[in-house]
């Protein structure tokens, strides 16, 4: 089992950026797929980005592709995601999760959720 807590949400202008951080403790972080998925109010979650447990495969929602980018430190236990130009329909709260499973982006198939962070795009 692994516990995964996120941080780094906030508000920030159109067109900024933000990098959310997912901190891991428990089982080996390395052997987990960790994705970032998003859920705005009255929609559903929805996948962001995800990567494979060596960093080394990554996917992204279209609606994400060239301006976020995921990432890992697995000597720090630590997923991130670097978010750049930064639109209003962004806005939700963005939560971090794991899985044994590969390749997936699937919310059904992430076993480990945070409890998420807000991310406000707004002037």
């Known amino acids: 089992q692994v516990h995964v807590l996120e941080s780094g949400g906030g508000l920030v202008q159109p067109g900024g950026s933000l990098r959310l951080s997912c901190t891991a403790s428990?089982?080996?972080?390395?052997?987990?797929?960790m994705g970032w998925f998003r859920q705005a109010p009255g929609k559903e979650r929805e996948f962001v980005a995800v990567?494979?447990?060596?960093?080394?495969?990554?996917f992204y929602a279209d609606s994400v592709k060239g301006r976020f980018t995921i990432s890992r430190d697995n000597a720090n236990n630590t997923m991130y995601l670097q978010m750049n130009s930064l639109k209003p329909e962004d806005t939700a709260v963005y939560y971090c999760?794991?899985?044994?499973?590969?390749?997936?982006?699937?919310?059904?198939?992430?076993?480990?959720w945070g409890q998420g962070t807000q991310v406000t795009v707004s002037s």
């Open positions: 428990g089982r080996a972080f390395s052997v987990y797929a």
């Open positions: 990567l494979s447990a060596s960093g080394s495969t990554t």
């Open positions: 999760a794991a899985t044994r499973r590969w390749p997936t982006i699937r919310n059904d198939e992430y076993d480990y």
